[in-house]
């Protein structure tokens, strides 16, 4: 594999800073594409140089030969497409020999011109077989074909500016920059860990360990652009990060930040992050058991076997031209006090240790996490960010048709959840006091600043897509509870003093109640006082309330 480059970025400021200026001054006359936040990671990457070789989205050929052969049609090796993705009307305002601006979502700024060389229509079955291995249930498969545009445009990129980011802007060094650093500081054996989430003792043990045994300092360099959803958000990881650099020894690790767009693709996830690692000036490079898998699907498959990712790296390895670290897991040892490999404890002797799973229940009940396993500064920045169920947000959605009682549990709930001592803040969004349209976002701050949020509007029947997309908005900051109505339309018809079915509606003709509602009932036949006490034992179950 070819050296890195210094990134088109980096090329650009050696050459000449005027070219920058010039590339300003042509940008008003050429047309725009706004990047999506994985393209605006990508881009990045390709113009400091954690990309290398790469200094473009893929052409066509470049794509089919990393679909097919895991390498660029130069031969040199590269696992994932890079691709600029475009719907097909977006796509047909450009043509080859174009020049296109590429700008930043969030502030628009100009960050590229890309020259249009391809445009072309992926074989997108292909490319989730292949990438991907195909599981419909993949979150890459399931960006490819529900997210990602119809047509890929591909082509040599100038660079104007990277992009601006306002947070933990001295952990952000570029590829050229952290080589340099290495530089100045000795460090000709650096072992690089990658990371998504929190890092305990056991963590900082691995790290320390394969340092010792590769006679190397340590790169702790987690991804901070986009990760496996419903993973931990960055800021509280690196919050995370910060704490544990303090408790190397010696100042013998680094912590820098990677604003990549995870695939979680597996093993050519783990080459490609190796292809990386080598470029930001890591020698070594530790790659663990299932690295970058999703899991598993809803039948309890796993996407990746457990060494796919260390067989695959070990196998590029001379061409990769950095070497791996198998992943060794390790385990406590509460009689000597320490942490050991698991294939090294012996037949019998009495080990600890937490999983995710436990970790995450103990967060939620806020039950005690032992310092043995991780250090109070990291249990303290864990549950200020994630509280116990208790102090936690939660919206709980109300839907059944117009007259089944849904304004009158609303406010039933609502007195009943505000008699508790010591709850939550309690709000009511019913459609009146907040626009149906700003229902969802106003929900997620309130949830997000850990109120009870109950949301019920008596005068329409929400789709199945309207329900769906108050679910995706709000429960990025909490839980989302559905709460469904079950009267019969019969029923609702019978005692209609408000008017709702003086003539025909398609919202009314078009209702299902949802069957995947958590909760259950109906007014007509239960009553008023048995929903409550349905809700009221559902969310204590849930750990929402303590009685």
Not at 144 to 157: Q, R
Not at 454 to 482: C, H, L, Q, W, Y
Request: hydrophobic share 40%; glycine share 6%; net charge negative.
């Amino acid at each position: 594999m070819l050296p890195p480059h210094g990134g088109i970025l980096q090329d650009l400021v050696e050459r000449d800073a005027s070219i920058k200026n010039e590339l300003l001054a042509e940008v008003p006359a050429l047309r725009s594409i706004v990047l999506t936040d994985r393209q605006i990671c990508d881009l990045e990457l390709i113009l400091n140089g954690g990309f290398s070789p790469l200094t473009g989205f893929l052409v066509k050929k470049d794509y089919l030969s990393v679909v097919e052969e895991m390498r660029l049609a130069s031969g040199e090796i590269w696992s994932i497409p890079i691709t600029l993705d475009l719907t097909q009307s977006e796509a047909s305002k450009f043509e080859i020999g174009d020049r296109v601006v590429l700008r930043d979502p969030r502030d628009d700024k100009p960050l590229s011109i890309l020259t249009v060389e391809d445009k072309y229509v992926p074989d997108k079955e292909n490319e989730a077989k292949k990438v991907f291995r195909g599981d419909p249930e993949h979150p890459a498969v399931r960006y490819l074909f529900d997210v990602a545009g119809d047509v890929y445009i591909g082509g040599s990129l100038q660079a104007i500016q990277l992009p601006t980011h306002y947070d933990y802007a001295a952990l952000r060094r570029t590829p050229a920059q952290l080589r340099s650093e290495f530089k100045s500081r000795d460090w000709e054996r650096v072992v690089a860990f990658q990371t998504r989430n929190p890092m305990h003792r056991a963590h900082r043990e691995l790290t320390v360990r394969a340092a010792r045994e590769q006679l190397a300092n340590v790169l702790v360099h987690p991804v901070v652009g986009l990760t496996k959803p419903g993973d931990i958000d960055h800021h509280t990881r690196v919050k995370v990060y910060q704490e544990i650099i303090k408790k190397y020894p010696n100042g013998m690790a680094q912590l820098a930040l990677l604003p990549l767009a995870m695939r979680m693709a597996g093993d050519r996830e783990a080459v490609w992050h190796a292809i990386i690692r080598k470029n930001f000036g890591a020698s070594h490079f530790i790659v663990g058991r299932d690295h970058a898998g999703p899991g598993s699907n809803s039948k309890g498959v796993d996407f990746y076997g457990p060494y796919d990712a260390q067989e695959l790296v070990e196998k590029h390895k001379s061409e990769l031209g950095i070497q791996v670290v198998p992943f060794r897991m390790v385990t406590y040892l509460p009689e000597e006090d320490r942490y050991a490999p698991i294939d090294t404890v012996k037949e019998g002797t009495k080990t600890l240790n937490i999983s995710g799973t436990e970790l995450r229940k103990r967060l939620r009940d806020g039950t005690h996490i032992p310092e043995w396993f991780s250090y109070p500064e990291v249990v303290s920045i864990l549950r200020e960010s994630h509280p116990p169920r208790p102090q936690q947000g939660f919206a709980l959605y109300l839907t059944g048709l117009p007259n089944s009682g849904v304004d009158a549990l609303a406010q039933a709930l609502l007195a009943t959840f505000n008699q508790f001592s010591g709850a939550r803040h309690i709000s009511l969004l019913d459609g009146k006091n907040v626009p149906e349209s700003a229902i969802p976002f106003v929900a997620h701050e309130l949830v997000r600043s850990g109120a009870g949020v109950i949301i019920a509007d008596p005068r329409i029947a929400p789709s199945a897509e309207t329900i769906a997309a108050a679910k995706k908005v709000i429960s990025k900051a909490g839980s989302f509870i559905t709460l469904s109505l079950e009267t019969s339309l019969e029923d609702v018809s019978k005692v209609d003093r408000k008017g709702y079915y003086a003539e025909e509606r398609t919202d009314v003709a078009s209702y299902k109640n949802p069957e995947n509602a958590e909760i259950k009932v109906d007014l007509y036949s239960e009553g008023t006082t048995i929903a409550i006490q349905k809700t009221v034992l559902y969310l204590e179950e849930q750990g929402f309330f303590k009685f």
